[in-house]
């Protein structure tokens, strides 16, 4: 079973910028798909930003230009910097991983708590 655990999380002004963290405890490489998704107070669970093998990453447009999505395989590790953050950005931020092979099967890890003061 493998897990994903989030960091870097926590308060930051507008305008400001944080980056987080997700680390598997496998190697991320054997995923298909690897992305980040937020989830807001009365909100559904969106997207952020999604990497696949074929080495494109779809960002959201409400952080295009503003977040950046990265990956240290060595490190087993995604990272989401996210910079020019604004307070509609606050919200649980989860790491999603996803495997096609041998058969179908996602994680998620914890979420990590991202609040953005005006």
């Known amino acids: 079973q493998v897990q994903l655990v989030e960091s870097g999380g926590g308060l930051a002004q507008a305008g400001g910028s944080l980056k987080l963290s997700c680390t598997a405890s496998?190697?991320?490489?054997?995923?298909?798909?690897m992305g980040w998704y937020r989830q807001a107070p009365g909100k559904q669970r969106e997207s952020v930003a999604i990497f696949t093998t074929g080495g494109n990453t779809i960002y959201a447009d409400s952080v295009k230009g503003r977040f950046t999505f990265s990956r240290d395989n060595a490190k087993n590790t995604v990272y989401l910097q996210m910079s020019s953050l604004k307070p509609e950005d606050t919200a649980v931020y989860f790491c999603k991983a996803v495997a096609f092979s041998p058969y179908p099967r996602e994680y998620w890890g914890q979420g990590t708590q991202v609040t953005i003061s005006s």
């Open positions: 496998g190697s991320i490489a054997s995923f298909n798909v």
